[in-house]
């Protein structure tokens, strides 16, 4: 290695060999040179000694001539020089000799450069065809080498201000390069002290050329000393940056050393020039070591700003400009083309430290992981997991994927980070496309929605900023997503694919090709895919180039599945055709030249056979109809179409409409079936009769005439009732758009009458006929959804009037859903006409009409029938049976309770119209209750909308499921594996197409009107209170307007918790909505002052809400507004605050007795639900639970034990023997979770700590002796079986992290472990006594656990052991036989084994012990205590076990 850098550094030297022989002026001083004078004529020793040893001085530009070996040269100068008659006096001639010749500026330079062999003629022997000058081989002679090294350092001066040649020589780099690499320094020291002599007066050239030159010239033994002086020189010149760490890289070093060095880098890293930093990063990334590489990473992410390593991007879009112009390149680009530079090899240096260095990865990982705040987190973070993701270690790679996940969920790097990233580090970020390219494909492919986003971004960036192949390879990734079939990776993949053709069609076309592939997969797509699939192909086919082939396929393709005669294929084919229409006949922008660039005849006449081909394709199904028209009427209303094309659509809908569904009103009507026709629900003023009706019956009469003749095959005429509601929404929209949201030649519909039958006929359902109920269950739907559409159309008008009318649909909606209900009830089996029809499938099955009374009864029966098993104990199980029994009977009564109003409506809503997100704004009316009709309106006329109470039920429902499915809670929710779920999506087509953002937007708005009905509920409840001396079921109190104000009031509360619950609040691009959310509520109650923080915000919104804890009407709206208050206080930061405050309000609700209206306690599955949640929830919220837990076992359970089975507890009302289950399940649960969140003792802890923990442990082991003997008295299957599930938990995180504590406080706190074994040993004792229960009862549910009950029984004893053994008290440990005893202490005799007779035996071993009670199949726990003589230890008061 070190010749061959000798070689290379003399051939960089020969390259610039002059040839010139002309005489030239001296660099340092100016004079002319001296002629040259013959050699022979001075007769110096010098030029004697040279020519007899083989080396021939040259003059001018022409190299000295060596005609020996140098190594021959060396030794012969060595041996004249010591035999010379004048040795030592020799040397100095030798060397005076020497400074004579290369006083000449063209001598010395050949004496610098490398000598050129010579053979003399005849003469064969080799010689190297290398030679080192003149100087380096005189160096190498030891006794000149002193000499010769001071003659060049005092050379080296005349040639720093001037240091390039004629010839471009550097003559300072030259001399110093003679100096490298020597096989023996003789005075290292006293030329290390001249080398930084030379660097305090050189410049900054030959500083450099000095410094990366030390660790090839000094030895090792000063290398620490060098680094000293080169880290003070550090400080003051930054100039010399890059040369220092060059040769401080090369220097060994000591640790302490080099940290103290790297400080000092690291400190002059903000000053460093641009060009030095990757060399900065590269010395300090690889001089770390794995105790301090953390440390260091964090300093150098914090201090690496690679923001400003580049231009903005404004001045990079112009160099840009320039250059797609042609135009001459400007300074400011190339210093744009070098900032790029910089930070690749910024980032190369990164990436090599870490391939190299294991540890680097994880530092760098923990780094970016530390970072909390999102103004912390940089650029580097980005290029660093993109480094990480790159490398072939398997754990960087899942590091980084996991990091990136983890700080996307959070919202702490946003997509404009990224969007920063790309922008400023195009070129850098290329090289690192395939871990780009799979950090997107991992994203998208996440179940958790708050991280697919960012990964559809990383597509969309590698799009834009990226070559031709890279966008290839994206659109291939995205085409791969589509045909997944996964749902929320497919919408993600068509939104992105949708969004980059709508940007830049022309760069997206060359790969439709791609894109085109995926009609191969239309079978795993739903409609909504579907439908955004066929919009990107015909954006394609008429915004790309490549337009004209897409548009011949997609015609093959609609063609064929319209013609399809499976309603599936008919679906895609109508779909895709609206679609490609709103494609063709959209209207296009204004361009300068032409201000109305309408379609051509020849494109309206395809568009006009297309939409003829569609309609007479659909109308061979009801369905396919209604489709169409529904597909038409999204596309008018989130399109804009040319005029010609809409003008088309709408008087065609407007005729169609009157001709088919509109009749005029003669003097009779007609009956068409068995029901007598009736007009009914119309709106018109006395004076103004209507003439006109919606024919509704009539259609549904001939619809099932028609499917009873459906054999025939018969195209049909006329249009079926099923359309009704989809053409109306298509005639309402076309309206909109033609007439600039005018509704005025339609706006006689909304009082127009329909054609329906007396409803009287409901009462009287069970005297008909199956085919008579489903017509009016079918009757009954339609009526309903065409008040639902006439509701979404009118709901925007201002004026009074059609205010007035739309708050009268309302009623006939709710109105009629009773009278739907009953009718239900009576139809089993009866499957509701279809009303969205852009979901799954439109032969819809509904699995949950049923009622569940039969199925739990029947159920039972199979219980009761169950054959028993003959045991010991056979009384005592056919007592236990009998009362479960009993409780079953009970809560079957509790749900024929409810289900006697009628069947479940929330299973029938995918067969009713969705409502627009508009309608809900029908909320901000006033609240209408009966003692304010009473009072107010019931002598004059009602001049302000108001809404009742049953209609804000209805779209107060309405809105919950909304919020529901478009503002989720919990950001990450993984799919179910293998498990069918019905189509969510359905009867969400319209509320789809809007952001999350746009929607809580929206309800925002509401807040102050939902908060008014929420005020306007507590005072109607206040009211009654006050007027009934507290009491609920006062003789006043009207039943049926009670239960709806309650229904109110719980579903407001479940409105603004989903509101609030909304997982997109917490990400930094929503808090100023989180903001004026919260203002919404603090502002009710204290006037807007100046603009308070968040944290106030939520004070005032918490000190709002717990107006109404005094007015709550039944435990579950108990339970939402305790929820509300923890997802409001969560939302200021520091929920802990708030803690306290929802402790005292649950424990309030806890403690309250809750009564219905009829003066019945509360109870039932739900009440029980509820019970459970907000005992959950103040236990959590509690300071201490172990305490919580002990009051409520003490106080509450001692007053059940021996009260009736209605009786409630005094302290505690919810708590009874209906309601024992649910507090003894909640108690077990939080007692478990709080043990786990005791510190695990420690060897290092004080004694006041060990103690404290003691007493903590202490604790929670009495409360578990409590809760396990309370199973004694309550022995119930559900008791025992919560029992042993939560027994066993508790036991394992007593061993894992009680245990520790008392191995390491035995010692010091002997009495309190003691106290602490013997109450435990009672507990495991009782757990081992129900394991035996358990097996004789022979249930299942029961004896699952026993398995894992015993081993931790048996882990416990040796565990015990263990401790004493590690505190020398392993004698004073035996173990024995413990009997099997069921519950209430008695032996178990069948399981008796001859052993368990004799009385117990000391010192037997534990192993044979055990073995020897697996081979008789007996349950026994080997119970651990020590020697009351020696340790005082645990005293045993059952003797007999």
Known sequence: ???????????????????????????????????????????????????????????????????????????????????????????????????????????????????????PEGDTSCVSSFHESLLRMLLGIEMLQTLIINTLLEKLPEYMVNSIDDAGLSIPRIIINQLKWLDRVVDCKELAAKLMELLSVGPVDVQRDIITSLPEILEDSLHNDIAQDLNSLLKENTQLTVAILDALSSLNLSSSLLTEVRGAVMTTLAAV?????????????????????????????????????????????SQSRFKGKGAVVSKSATVASDSQDIVTLIVDAIKSAMRFQKALSEAWLKAIESVEELEDHKVIDLLVLFILHSTNANHSRRGAERVLKAKVRTGQIPETLLQKTFQDNTEVLRGYFPSILALAQNLLRSPDPCVVPFGGHMYRHSFTAFDSYCQQEVVGCLVTHVCSGVGGEVDMALELLCSLVMENPSEVGPYAVFIKGILDYLDNLTPQQIRRLFHVLS???????????????????????LSSTAPKYKRIGIIGAVMFIGSMGALKPKTKDNQKDLLSPETFRQLSALLELVQSSSETSPEASALYYDELANLVQTSTLDPQVQEKIGKRVLDDFQAEFVVDLGPEIQDSFSFPARVMYDLEEEETQAVIAVNLMPLLAKDVHSKAKQHNGDKKDNKSSLCLSPFFRLLRLCEEKQNHEGLDEIDALLGCPLILTDMDVVDKMESLSKVEKEFLCTLLFHAINWFRELVNAFCRLKETEMKMKVMTRLQNITYLQTLLEQALAETPGYIPPVANFDGESTDVILLSTAAPVHKTKKSSEKKRKAPGKNTLEGNSQMEDKMEEDETQQELEKDKEKEARHGVNMASYRQFFRELDMEVLSVVQC?????????SELQTKKREEVLIGPAELIFLLEDMFHKLEFSLTAAPAKRRPFLKVK?????????????????????????????????????????????????MVDGPTVDIQEHHLISSCCQLLLQVLNTIFSWFGFSQPGHRRLLKRALGVMAGRLKEEGPELNLELLVKHSLDYLLNFHSTIPNLSSALTLSQLLSTVAEKGGNPVAFKEQNA????????????????????????????????????????????AVEEITQEGFSQIINASKDESSAAWPTLSKHTFLVFYKVLMTELEK????????????????????????????????????????FDSRSVVNVCLKYGRLFLESFLKLGMPLLDFSFKRHKEDVQNLLKTFQLSTRQLHHMCGHSKIRQDTSLTNHVPAVKKSLELFVYRVKAMLTLNNCQEAFWIGNLKNRNLKGEEILSQRCPESEEEEEEQQPPAQDLSEEEEQGSDTETLSRVNREENGALDDTDESD
């Open 926 to 934: 006033g609240l209408l209750s009966c003692s304010l009709l009473d």
């Open 982 to 1030: 019905a189509d969510k999506n359905v009867g969400f087509s319209h509320l789809q197409q809007k952001s999350p953002k746009d929607v809580a937007t929206f309800f925002v708005q509401l807040l102050p009107a939902l908060c008014l009905h929420l005020e306007n509920c507590h005072n109607y409840f206040q009211t009654l209170l006050s007027e009934n001396d507290g």
């Open 273 to 317: 020039q641009l060009e030095d930093l990757p060399v900065v990063v590269k010395f300090i990334l690889h001089s770390v070591s794995a105790s301090d590489a953390y440390e260091v990473v964090c300093n150098l992410r914090r201090k690496l700003e690679l923001e400003q390593c580049v231009l903005p991007p404004v001045l990079q879009a």
């Open 1144 to 1187: 005292s309000l649950a424990r309030g609700f806890l403690t309250q007795q809750w009564m219905t209206v009829t003066g019945e306690k509360q109870r039932g599955n739900k009440f029980n639900e509820a019970l459970q949640a907000l005992l959950s929830i103040y236990l959590r919220n509690v300071d201490d639970v172990l305490k």
């Open 1234 to 1273: 709080s043990v786990r969140r005791i510190p695990i003792g420690k060897s290092s802890d004080s004694s006041e700590a060990q103690s404290e923990k003691l007493l903590t442990w202490n604790l929670a082991v009495r409360d578990f002796h409590i809760l396990v003997n309370l199973v004694k008295v």
């Open 539 to 561: 954006r394609l086919a008429f915004r790309s180039q490549q337009g004209s082939h897409i548009q011949d396929d997609m015609h093959i393709v609609i063609r064929k599945q």
């Open 1 to 119: 290695m070190m010749r061959k850098r000798r070689s290379s550094t003399v051939d960089n030297a020969e390259k610039h060999a002059p040839s010139s022989t002309k005489a030239k002026r001296s660099r340092t001083t100016g004079r002319q040179s001296k002629v040259s004078a013959p050699e022979e004529s001075t007769a110096s020793v010098f030029s004697v000694f040279l020519r007899e040893a083989g080396v021939t001085l040259k003059h001018g530009g022409t190299p000295n001539e060596i005609a020996v070996d140098q190594v021959v040269f060396q030794r012969r100068i060595q041996k004249k020089l010591q035999k010379s008659p004048r040795y030592p006096d020799i040397v100095q001639e030798f060397i005076s000799g020497l400074e004579s010749h290369i006083d000449d500026a063209d001598r010395f330079r050949n004496c610098l450069l490398p000598c050129v062999p010579t053979l």
